[in-house]
């Protein structure tokens, strides 16, 4: 189990305010990457939550997965590495 969650199923009115108060409860957050349209800036639906250890990162992940955050039941998972992605970008 990494640090890095992929958090996804976001309403489209999250923050990073209100991902940081919901992860809090678990540990120390070192990061949170709230993706976001280049253009608009309006959120993606998903996010990127780091913290300090893995033992907090699992905490937050089995407590979180599935629970509601502006009427929307987020998943949370583990990150996966970049370029894990299969059948998207060159080959």
Known sequence: MGRKLYVGNLPYTATQESLKAAF????????INLV???????????????????????RAMQSLNGTPIDGRN??????KPKGSSRGRGRR
């Open 74 to 79: 987020i998943t949370v998972n583990e990150a």
């Open 24 to 31: 809090s409860d678990f540990g120390i957050i070192e990061s």
């Open 36 to 58: 976001t349209d280049q253009y608009t800036g309006d959120s993606k639906g998903f996010a990127f939550v780091e913290m300090s250890s893995n033992a907090e990162a699992a």
